[in-house]
């Protein structure tokens, strides 16, 4: 059993229709975590919005958000209801789940992350749709 990770703004967001059914297969046989910024409950929400579901198409949520005010990070809202923190602790957050979850691949549209994962996270960077069909590919080669 592997661990996925995927991120929910920019990719599993997107394109929906492309995620659900593969991770409905997915989640049979591998663990999948979602990771976003905002507040768990702001994931939940928006993730249950656009059709996933919990234990059929994810196991576990991640809020970068949650985590860093549990470490105690300096963090603020701005106008438009956008949790921010200084990079070093935001770029480092996923890096630091994947370490402490053992998450095998991680797929996100944020190039930030990257630099922060522990050697054994493969990362696939999503810049446009040519890349999520990549990714679905990667996905499904999982439970072939």
């Not at 919005?49 to 949520?61: A, K, M, P, V």
């Not at 960077?125 to 072939?144: G, S, T, V």
Request: glycine letters at 6%; hydrophobic letters at 40%; aromatic letters at 14%.
């Amino acid at each position: 059993m592997k661990k996925i990770g995927i991120d929910l703004h920019g990719v599993l967001s997107d394109y929906p229709v492309k995620f659900l059914p593969v991770l409905n297969k997915l989640c049979k046989t591998h663990e999948v975590h979602v990771l976003s910024g905002p507040p768990s409950q702001e994931v939940l929400n928006e993730m249950f919005d656009l059709g996933y579901r919990w234990r059929t198409h994810f196991h576990f949520t991640f809020s970068v958000v949650d985590h860093l005010k549990f470490l105690g990070v300096k963090m603020w809202e701005d106008d438009k209801n956008t949790w921010w923190a200084g990079r070093e602790h935001w770029w480092s957050s996923k890096g630091n789940y994947c370490q402490e979850k053992g998450i095998e691949l991680l797929i996100d549209n944020s190039i930030g992350y990257k630099d922060y994962l522990p050697e054994f996270t493969k990362f696939v960077f999503i810049k446009d749709e040519r890349d999520i069909d990549k990714a679905i590919k990667l996905l499904e080669k999982l439970y072939e």
